[in-house]
C-alpha cells in the first residue's frame, strides 16, 4: 500500500530524549532546544510519530549546536500506531490528523516566534511534514525551507514555493520516488523563481533520515548526509 513505507522502523517514543525541554508553544506541546537569544529559528516537522522520536529530537539539539533556537512542535497529538494498524489504518488515521491542520497551527507559530525576536525563520519536514513546510513556503511565512522523504507533496504544490528549498529524496521511495522528485526538480528549474536542489540518496528507504537503524552503516551514513545537507542549507538561507 503507498502508505506502508510511511509505517516502517517506528521509532520507540520518549518523552524525555534530548538535550531540551518541553513547553507549550501556541497551545502545542513543543521540544525546545538552544539559546531562546538566538536571532533565527527552525520549527522541524515531524512525521506520523511525532515530536517525541528520540532521533528527531537528537537532530533538533544537532541543529541548535549551530546557533539556532529550534521548535518541535506536536501538531500530531496522537502518533500513528503500528500495533494497531488493522483497527486504525492509515488513511483512517490521516482523516483526523490532515497536514491542512498542521499548516493552519504552524503559522502562529512561524509568527510568535519572529515576535519573540527571531529575524528569520525556516522549516524542516519529514514525510508527514514535509507537506506542511511546502505550505508554509507557498505563502512565504518562512524564509528557507527542507523537506526529506516528503509524503503528499504534489507537483503542482512544488511549483507554488515561494522561498529557497532543498528536496531530500531516497532511491528505494515509494511515496516521493526518484522520478516524482526528477519532476519537483523539472517544475523548479522552469518556474526559475526560487533557488532550489533535489537530492537522491542512494540504498536509502522513505523516512531514513529519521528512522535509521543504528546498526545500517549506510543508512548512518546517509543520515548523517542529509543533516549535514539541511544545516548547510539554513546556514545560507537563515541568517
Not at 50 to 60: N, S, T, V
Request: net charge negative; with cysteine; proline share 6%.
Amino acid at each position: 500500500m503507498a502508505g506502508h513505507q510511511c509505517c516502517s522502523n517506528p521509532p520507540t517514543l520518549d518523552p524525555s530524549a534530548g538535550a531540551g525541554h518541553v513547553e507549550q508553544l501556541c497551545g502545542l506541546s513543543t521540544y525546545v532546544t538552544g539559546s531562546p537569544n538566538a536571532k533565527h529559528a527552525i520549527i522541524l516537522i515531524s512525521d506520523i510519530f511525532g515530536y517525541e522520536a528520540p532521533k528527531l529530537r537528537k537532530l533538533a539539539d544537532k541543529v541548535s549546536a549551530a546557533g539556532y533556537y529550534v521548535v518541535v512542535p506536536d501538531f500530531i497529538r496522537e502518533p500513528f500506531v503500528l500495533e494497531d494498524i488493522a483497527n486504525n489504518p492509515l488513511e483512517v488515521w490521516l482523516k483526523d490528523h490532515g497536514t491542512d491542520k498542521g499548516f493552519e497551527e504552524a503559522k502562529p507559530i512561524v509568527e510568535t516566534l519572529k515576535s519573540k525576536g527571531a529575524s528569520s525563520v525556516g522549516a524542516a519536514g519529514f514525510c508527514w511534514g514535509g507537506k506542511v513546510v511546502v505550505e508554509l513556503s507557498k505563502v512565504e511565512l518562512i524564509q528557507a525551507a527542507v523537506i526529506l522523504h516528503p509524503a503528499w507533496v504534489t507537483v503542482d504544490d512544488i511549483k507554488g514555493v515561494k522561498v529557497p528549498i532543498a528536496v531530500l529524496g531516497a532511491e528505494i521511495d515509494h511515496i516521493a520516488p526518484p522520478e516524482l522528485l526528477k519532476q519537483y526538480d523539472e517544475a523548479l528549474t522552469s518556474q526559475s523563481k526560487v533557488d532550489f536542489y533535489v537530492k537522491i540518496f542512494p540504498k536509502v528507504s522513505h523516512g531514513w533520515t529519521t528512522r535509521y537503524e543504528d546498526e545500517d552503516e549506510v543508512a548512518v551514513k546517509s543520515a548523517e548526509e542529509a543533516h549535514q545537507n539541511l544545516l548547510d542549507w539554513f546556514a545560507k538561507y537563515i541568517k
